[in-house]
């Protein structure tokens, strides 16, 4: 079946790096995504890979994937208290299956 | 450049009433998919429109059905409510040929009570 899991809250201190980690069961060739949800907001795609891909870096942020174990990884460099959001790792393509989200929090 | 708009923002209904919800995709976007956020989860997928017919659903009872016009806008319509219903409604739009980028309203929050 499809499923999506997440670790449920991470803290880190403003400048350092945030690593968000993310587990999948598709076994398809499927696109992965990451999405950012400020408080009463909706979802902001931050990026997304395609399962044949090992590795996408945007900016600040890097996407690193391993097929073998179905796991999914965001890096988010020089992270800053704007950062602050639930993050979503979801796949799929038309349907999107998402992970339960991850509360990423910034302190000084 | 407007994005992805829903309407209403917040919407409060009693059990056993029916509701309609809005969505007006993101410029040239073709495709509309709604999805069911219920607090502290991530977004289920309902189901997603395409030339004004379902192309996919979810999990979800015949309750929920919905509709696409000819401008690619769509509504959500949820009938005999139920507590449970209760849940932030999130539309995203996207190019048919490009379905793996979905762009995200701000979504309408339904309170059943």
């Known amino acids: 079946g499809e499923d999506v899991e997440q670790s449920l809250f991470l803290s880190v201190r403003e400048g350092d790096s945030s690593v968000i980690n993310c587990t999948y069961t598709?076994?398809?060739?499927?696109?992965l995504y990451w999405y950012k949800q400020e408080p009463g907001a909706g979802l902001q795609l931050l990026t997304y890979?395609?399962?044949?891909?090992d590795m996408k870096q945007d900016q600040r942020l890097t996407v690193l994937l391993n097929k073998k174990d179905k796991h999914l990884s965001l890096r988010i460099a020089d992270t800053q208290t704007g950062d602050s959001a639930i993050y979503f790792c979801a796949e799929g393509y038309n349907k999107l299956i998402f992970g339960a989200g991850t509360r990423l929090a910034v302190h000084p | 450049d407007a994005g992805v708009t829903q309407s209403p923002t917040h919407l409060i209904k009693t059990r056993g009433q029916q509701v309609t919800l809005r969505c007006s995709p993101k410029?040239?976007?073709?495709?509309v998919s709604w999805y069911q956020q219920a607090l502290g989860q991530g977004p289920q997928f309902i189901f997603q429109?395409?030339?004004?017919?379902?192309?996919q659903r979810g999990n979800f009872p015949d309750r929920f059905s919905g509709h696409q016009f000819p401008n690619y806008s769509s509504e959500l319509n949820v009938n005999a409510l139920l507590l449970g219903d209760s849940a932030l409604y999130l539309c995203?739009?996207?190019?048919?040929?490009?379905?793996?980028?979905?762009?995200f309203g701000p979504g309408t929050r339904l309170t059943v009570t």
């Open positions: 429109y395409y030339e004004e017919e379902e192309r």
């Open positions: 410029s040239g976007h073709d495709t």
């Open positions: 598709d076994s398809s060739s499927t696109y």
């Open positions: 890979i395609f399962s044949n891909m």
């Open positions: 995203a739009s996207s190019l048919v040929t490009n379905s793996y980028e979905q762009y």
